[in-house]
């Protein structure tokens, strides 16, 4: 912003310059006047004009050519010397009665009514120039010269305040008028800055659409392939259960089988992973400090990373509880661990961190303008790798993107991403080209203790052979006859239907009591949770387990209450199935 001062001076230079210019060009000009009127004077006059017109010249040189920073003093010194040449010249011709002292009023007032200065700065050079008049003509005042004395001085001082007048009005209108500038100014850079804004914060949404609505139909894919995919693994990992303890510890075929039920489980882990980064993993949030997990995540995160990478942990003091699953938790920082592990191939530092952060409207707007203003745990990460750039930063958290060639599955980041989002939280990242890369996560910060771990109970390991009636509705065959083949064996009496419609036609025919009904949610026909209300119609005691390989189907949000007490996520063990069983019937 510029300065008034400097406004200021600007101005005076601008007018000091134009005003030499006038009076170089017109002073000389008016010794046609000094022929006609002066002739007994005129090669003096002219002397004297050829003199003033080289000054003002030079004083327009000093402004206009060399920038001289001081131009009122140019500017008072060409008014005395302009009107002080008009005095001299009416002394030397006629004296006080003299007509040329009008034209001592010119510079008085060109100076006064052109330049914004204080009443001192005008007055200054205005007075000293009418001395100039004042003191010879006063001495050679005769009875016939007087009165006109008089009244050509009264003129002159009535010229002295127009000039001081409109020059301090000058410099209040420029004052004002600067004012309004700035104003007008500073409104224009706020504009501009809130337009600035404005545009980046349609940027950021505009890209924030677009990658939840690209996860959104990949997260609707994801969650269709493992809909198949866990009832596929379901009956995989429950046949290998079956069929491993009848094999003796020798046999061959108990290490193939054994093979077969490790590969199936990392197909559990993928399928998992699938449904982080689309937000449709089943959760179990519970109450927990990230400082707990990390600290029993450390000597694994040590194996993970290697030798070569120096582990700096450092926790926050205080730090409030976060409202996760801390499965989910552990598998962020794993993630990320092993992001670091490979921008860092000659070795370095992984630094993870965690803190209580307080965010408000103003600091929001730098991290993201999603987020809600409150208070929130961070987890960060930073290692000194490779970095990234700008173009691949855009791409990290898309499924199946990754820097690795043929050795990563582009599911780690996007995988974090889609857990932290679940969590209700943010995730933002910091790097560049050989300066490495910070991750931070915010998750929101709740009220109360982190829950303890309670010791499992024993009788649900125990798996002794079981009594009553289940009625088994499931679509899909092959987990049908396994479910079913499960259930027999821990001695249960199993009604096995296909289909709904069939379930409740079993279930008229069925002149026992059923105790349980065991029922995918998703099928032809009706859904499990209408199928349920009318089977409660007519065994009001009847408890009821539900199970799916959906995790984001419509009807599991409008079944969430009793899905929450009495649920099974596909794919499932022999022990998870006879587990909740034992204590669905026995609760």
Not at 55 to 73: G, L, R
Not at 519 to 530: A, K, L, R
Request: proline share 4%; charged share 20%; hydrophobic share 40%.
């Amino acid at each position: 912003m510029v300065l008034f001062e400097e406004d200021l001076q600007s101005i005076l230079s601008r007018s000091v310059s134009i005003g030499a210019l006038l009076a170089g060009i017109l002073v000389p000009s008016f010794s046609i006047l000094d022929y006609i009127f002066k002739q007994p004077n005129f090669t003096a006059f002219l002397s004297i004009r050829i003199l003033v017109s080289l000054c003002s010249w030079i004083i327009y040189a000093a402004c206009k050519v060399f920038k001289f920073n001081k131009p009122y003093y140019l500017g008072a010194l060409l008014t005395i010397i302009v009107g002080g040449s008009i005095a001299v010249m009416c002394t030397l011709d006629m004296g006080p009665a003299d007509p040329y002292y009008a034209g001592i009023n010119l510079p008085i007032l060109g100076f006064g009514v052109l330049l914004p200065m204080t009443i001192a700065q005008s007055l200054i050079p205005a007075f000293i120039t009418w001395l100039i008049y004042l003191i010879p003509n006063i001495s050679n005042l005769g009875p016939e010269t007087t009165s006109i004395f008089i009244s050509n001085n009264f003129f002159i001082a009535s010229s002295i305040v127009i000039a001081v007048a409109s020059s301090r009005f000058h410099l209040k209108q420029r004052r004002l008028q600067w004012l309004t500038n700035n104003r007008l100014q500073v409104a224009h850079q706020k504009i501009e800055s809130y337009a600035k804004n404005l545009e980046q914060e349609v940027k950021e949404r505009t890209r924030q659409a677009l990658q939840s609505e690209k996860l959104a139909v990949v997260g609707q894919l994801a969650g269709g392939i493992a809909h198949d995919f866990n009832n596929i693994l379901t009956v995989i990992l429950g046949t290998t259960q079956i069929l491993l303890p009848s094999l003796y510890e020798e046999d061959p075929l108990k290490q193939d089988i054994d093979t077969i039920n490790k590969a199936a489980n990392k197909a559990v882990g993928l399928v998992k992973q699938l449904l982080a980064f689309s937000k449709n993993q089943v959760i179990q949030p519970k109450i927990i400090n990230i400082n707990d997990v990390i600290q029993k995540s450390k000597k694994m995160l040590s194996r993970i990373i290697g030798e070569d990478i120096d582990l700096q942990v450092q926790c926050g003091i205080k730090l409030k509880p976060v409202k996760a699953d801390p499965v989910q938790i552990e598998q962020i920082i794993f993630n990320l661990a092993v992001n670091a592990r490979d921008a860092m191939k000659n070795g370095g530092t992984l630094r993870i961190e965690t803190s209580n952060v307080t965010i408000d409207s103003i600091n929001r707007t730098f991290l993201n303008r999603t987020l809600k203003p409150g208070t929130y745990v961070m987890i960060s990460t930073a290692d000194n790798g490779i970095g990234m750039t700008e173009d691949v930063k855009e791409k990290i958290f898309e499924p199946f993107f990754t820097t690795k060639d043929t050795q990563g599955t582009g599911l780690g980041l996007s995988t974090v991403y889609g857990i932290v989002k679940q969590s209700s939280g943010e995730i933002l990242c910091k790097s560049r080209p050989g300066q490495g890369t910070t991750f931070t996560i915010l998750l929101p910060a709740c009220t109360g203790s982190a829950e303890l771990k309670k010791p499992a109970d024993k009788d649900l390991y125990n798996f002794a052979r079981g009594t009553g009636t289940i009625l088994l509705v499931e679509d899909q065959e092959e987990v049908r006859i396994l479910t079913a083949r499960i259930l027999k064996k821990f001695g249960y009496t199993v009604l096995e239907a296909e289909k709904p419609y069939k379930a409740l036609a079993l279930a008229d025919r069925f002149h026992g009591t059923i105790d349980l009904l065991l029922t995918d949610v998703v099928m032809p026909e009706m859904n499990g949770y209408t199928l349920t209300n009318k089977i409660v119609s007519k065994y009001p005691h009847i408890k009821v387990i539900f199970t799916s390989g959906y995790t984001n189907h419509p009807i599991l949000s409008e079944t969430h209450k009793p899905l929450s007490a009495s649920f099974i996520q596909k794919p499932f063990t022999m022990e998870i199935l006879a587990d909740k069983i034992r204590s669905v019937l026995h609760n």
